[in-house]
């Protein structure tokens, strides 16, 4: 009698297990448990990836903003040059960066040599030396002619899906581009106080 009982019990398991084998109700649930994190993961880094690309895109309007402006000048001094951060601050509007950073730099040509005139920053520490000599696109090497070069940086925080996993010096990146144009009116353009 008890081997009849072990093989009822055993009958009724196999029972159960094909009608657990065949029962799909519930399946989308376990699959979407299985896919959603992936889902999720996509959607944040592809919505870091776009507010990235928005904020270069921004500093190099800002670069390439300051540039036009400084080179439709004669004469600029550090109180005309302050007022670019505040053209760049602009253009940051919905993002409210109030760290940005920028060097201006006024660069005269002579022949294959492009040297430093005059150089201003928002920080006060200038990036280039008076008089230095510095490396430009070789398609703005016209002998005679004078180049602004403006550069805007800003940090960048990465939110990142998973900050834990990530490392804070793969997190803080620095955005920068920089700009050059050529002087628009006259031979160079002079800074007063520079």
């Known amino acids: 009698m008890g081997w009849m009982r072990k093989a009822a019990i055993a009958t009724g398991l196999m029972a159960?297990?094909?009608?657990?084998?065949?029962?799909?109700?519930?399946?989308g649930a376990v699959e979407f448990a299985l896919i959603a994190p992936l889902l999720l993961m996509i959607y944040l880094t592809v919505f870091e990836l776009t507010i990235g690309l928005s904020v270069s895109k921004r500093v190099a309007r800002a670069s390439g903003t300051i540039a036009d402006l400084v080179t439709q000048q004669k004469f600029v001094d550090k109180t005309f040059l302050g007022t670019?951060?505040?053209?760049?601050?602009?253009i940051f509007v919905p993002y409210g960066l109030n760290d940005v950073s920028m060097n201006i730099t006024g660069i005269s040509v002579d022949g294959a040599n492009a040297k430093?005139?005059?150089t201003w920053s928002e920080s006060g520490k200038n990036g280039y030396e008076p008089g230095s000599t510095v490396k430009i696109p070789e398609q703005m090497k016209v002998p005679g002619s004078f180049v602004v070069h403006a550069e805007v940086w800003v940090p960048h925080q990465l939110m990142m899906f998973m900050p834990g996993l990530?490392?804070?010096?793969?997190?803080?990146?620095?955005?920068?581009r920089d700009y050059y144009f050529r002087a628009r009116t006259g031979d160079q353009i002079v800074c007063n106080g520079c």
């Open 116 to 118: 430093v005139n005059w």
């Open 16 to 27: 159960r297990l094909r009608t657990f084998w065949r029962d799909r109700t519930g399946v």
């Open 84 to 90: 670019m951060v505040q053209v760049a601050d602009s």
């Open 166 to 176: 990530i490392p804070s010096r793969f997190r803080n990146i620095t955005i920068r």
